[in-house]
């Protein structure tokens, strides 16, 4: 099994700048409904960390995803963001979903597995995304 990694920072109050500007359309570019709904009902108050997270998390998929391009010797295809979706298992755990050209790519590469964790502290929020891919190319 070959494993491709990819990792993202994101500056919360940065974020939070996006999201707040009403003329753009950074939030629907970026999260699905269900993420959107998902930070807001979330107990601290702060539904821009939650996001943060969500958005390091996609941010470090695309990056996963360019080192098993690499691998495989293949064009990464342009992925929206809205494709990659991060979601909480039935114990809380966060996972991923990959929908459209994500999904596509990801099956093209051979993605066996994907797995994501993310950390938030402060002004801060860490993702990191490993895919595992079948050993042989698809």
Known sequence: MIVTVGTDLVHVPALAEQLADRASAFAAKTFTE???????????GRPERHLAARFAAKEAT????DHAAALRRVEPPSIELTSIEVLRDERGRPSLALHDAAARFA?????????VSLSHDGDYALAFVSLSLAKAAP
Do not use: D, I, P, T
């Open 107 to 115: 099956e093209h590469l051979g993605v066996e597995r994907a797995q």
């Open 62 to 65: 695309l990056k996963a995803f």
């Open 34 to 44: 269900a993420e959107m709904a998902y930070a807001h009902g979330a107990s601290s």
